[in-house]
Each structure stands twice: as C-alpha cells, then as structure tokens.
C-alpha cells in the first residue's frame, strides 16, 4: 500500500469542494506558516538520542567540552534532558565513548610559501566556444 494513499480523496470524494488535502498531496500557499516546532513524544531511547548528537557535533569538530556545554544548556531542549536526568559526569562519559568510536572531524591550515600577491602569477585560461554560440 501506497504509504501516502490516505492523502488522496475518493472518487466520489474529489468533487466535493470540501475534501481536505495534506501532506504531499497539498501545493503549498504563500499563508502557510513556515515556522519550525518541535514536539516531544514519549519514549524512545534517550541514550540513542544523544549518541547520534554527540556524533553529529563531533562530525563538524565539536570536542568534549563544546559537545557538553550544549547538554548543559537548557535551550537544548533536545538534549537538556539527557543532562538533567543522567548527570554531568554521566554525559561526559557517554561524549568520551562515542569520541573514542568515531573521533572528531579537525581541519587544520598552515601558511603556503609563495608570492605575497597570489593573483600575480593567475594566468589567463581561453576555451574554445562550442559550436553552436554565436561569434561575435
């Protein structure tokens, strides 16, 4: 079954001016409200939840620190509660174990020997026009 099939009307549904449409089904109006909202549902592994933060964090090159830093700011409403209800050093363990799986992501740059002007030696590159421009 067609995972979206209850957002399209029936037969004798679709003259009825009043069939609702949704989802993938809806074209999308210049007064729908873009705003994101986020809603809790209950449940769920919050051990997992906050394994897949930390990796998201470290992915970009969070370390330890900044990654509990975030936990320990209610505004992180996704993971706030994972500090709350596990404890700091609980977190920073957690943090240390998923660092120890997958690492931090670091990008380090040093100074190119070479011209103080890098646009001193540019060179001008011509390509041959494709057949069907116009010459000028």
């Known amino acids: 079954?067609?995972?979206?099939?209850?957002?399209?009307?029936?037969?004798?549904?679709?003259?009825?001016?009043l069939v609702a449409t949704h989802g993938t089904a809806k074209q999308a109006e210049a007064t729908d409200p873009l705003d994101l909202v986020g809603t809790r549902i209950p449940g769920?592994?919050?051990?997992?939840?906050?394994?897949?933060?930390?990796?998201?964090?470290?992915?970009?090159?969070?370390?330890?620190?900044?990654?509990?830093?975030?936990f320990r700011q209610p505004q992180y409403i996704a993971v706030h509660p994972v500090y709350r209800a596990k404890g700091e050093e609980a977190v920073r363990t957690l943090i240390q174990e998923v660092l120890?799986?997958?690492?931090?992501?670091?990008?380090t740059g040093r100074g190119l020997e070479g011209p103080s002007d890098p646009c001193s030696e540019l060179v001008q590159i011509e390509l041959p026009r494709p057949d069907n421009e116009d010459k000028p």
Do not use: K, N, S, W
Request: proline residues 4%; glycine residues 10%; aromatic residues 8%.
């Open 1 to 17: 079954m067609d995972p979206h099939e209850h957002a399209r009307p029936t037969a004798a549904a679709q003259d009825d001016d």
């Open 44 to 70: 769920g592994d919050i051990d997992l939840l906050a394994r897949c933060f930390i990796e998201e964090f470290a992915a970009i090159g969070y370390g330890c620190e900044q990654i509990l830093g975030m």
């Open 100 to 107: 120890a799986d997958c690492g931090v992501f670091r990008v």
